[in-house]
């Protein structure tokens, strides 16, 4: 199930994407969509800053009154969250900003079903990729699947690990050493001492300040 949040101020825009969607499922039968619909940037971005609301793919788009879409993409980033985005918009102006936050497609208003379908092909394969880096560790409760780069930083307790996240903690029962078998497949992951394991692409986050 792929969980697409779409955002647009204008109703008939969203029934829009909403009909290519369901066109779009029609074509991929293997795959399921479900769509929520957002009619404003700061609700969107307030859903996942207060419920860790992490949908799969963004629809954006970047003209709205108040937060624009480039905006609510900005600010997603900076909570974290690294789902592929794909903006739609009447006009080209804003394009260079678009890819400045990974957009993988920017498309310019009207929509036609060839584009939207190219450009949700590329966003499923994109996360298709990033489900299949995710790594697994077991929680009270079951297994939890975890995206690498998710992790800033992972600290030995005894005969636990506490993973700190960009939106949350985890604690697993592991060692280091155990864990940074697993970790030390990903480049980006560093030891440092006995106790600690340090992604260095998140080691600037302001998560770090708190």
Known sequence: ???IAVCDDEEKELDEIESFL???????????????RFTSGEALVQRAREENYTPDILLLD????????????????ELGFSMP??????????????????AVQYLVKPLGQECFFHAMD????????????????????????????????????KNYQVLYLFSEKLKIR??????WEILKEYSQF??????????HRGVHSPMLAS
């Open 122 to 157: 590329s966003a499923i394969q994109q996360v298709s990729r990033k489900k299949e880096s995710q790594i697994a560790v077991k929680i009270s409760g079951g297994l939890r699947q975890i995206w690498p780069d998710d992790i800033i930083y992972c600290e030995s307790q």
């Open 62 to 77: 970047i003209f709205m009154p108040g937060k624009t879409g480039i905006e609510a993409a900005e600010d997603m980033r």
């Open 174 to 179: 592991m060692t280091t050493g155990n864990l």
């Open 190 to 199: 560093r030891r440092c001492g006995r106790a600690f394991i340090l992604n």
């Open 22 to 36: 369901a066109r779009y499922q029609e074509k991929n039968k293997e795959a399921e969509f479900k769509m929520e």
């Open 1 to 3: 199930m792929y969980v």
């Open 85 to 102: 985005i794909v903006f739609f918009t009447t006009s080209t102006e804003y394009a260079l900003k678009a890819y400045g936050v990974d």
